[in-house]
């Protein structure tokens, strides 16, 4: 089964950038789909953009903010975070996914999550 390994979190100050990345143990080609969800304390997780072999959607709150994109001979999924806010706070993970009816689904592949800070 494919492991995903999320890194690129930290700390940072509001108005500045962060690069996610998950790496895959194996292909990603195979998924129709990758996504990023978050997870803010107290909060559920709450999925914040997907990419498909032609496609990309964001949640309202990140749209002009966040890029999704992925690289699949590096097996590497992608977030660019930019004009981060003090909401944007939460644990990042990584998710393999495919698009059915109704939208992006999880196929339950995880990595582990990586911690974003955003401080006002």
């Known amino acids: 089964q494919v492991q995903l390994v999320e890194s690129g979190g930290g700390w940072v100050q509001a108005g500045g950038s962060l690069r996610l990345s998950c790496a895959a143990s194996?292909?990603?080609?195979?998924?129709?789909?990758m996504g990023w969800y978050r997870q803010a304390p107290g909060k559920q997780r709450e999925l914040v953009a997907t990419i498909t072999r032609g496609n990309t959607v964001y949640v309202n709150s990140v749209k002009g903010r966040f890029t999704i994109s992925r690289d699949n001979a590096k097996n590497t999924v992608y977030l660019q975070m930019n004009s981060l806010k003090p909401e944007d706070t939460a644990v990042y993970y990584c998710n393999a996914g495919t698009i059915a009816v109704g939208g992006y689904r999880s196929l339950e592949v995880w990595g582990q999550g990586t911690l974003v800070t955003v401080s006002s």
């Open positions: 194996g292909s990603i080609f195979s998924f129709n789909a």
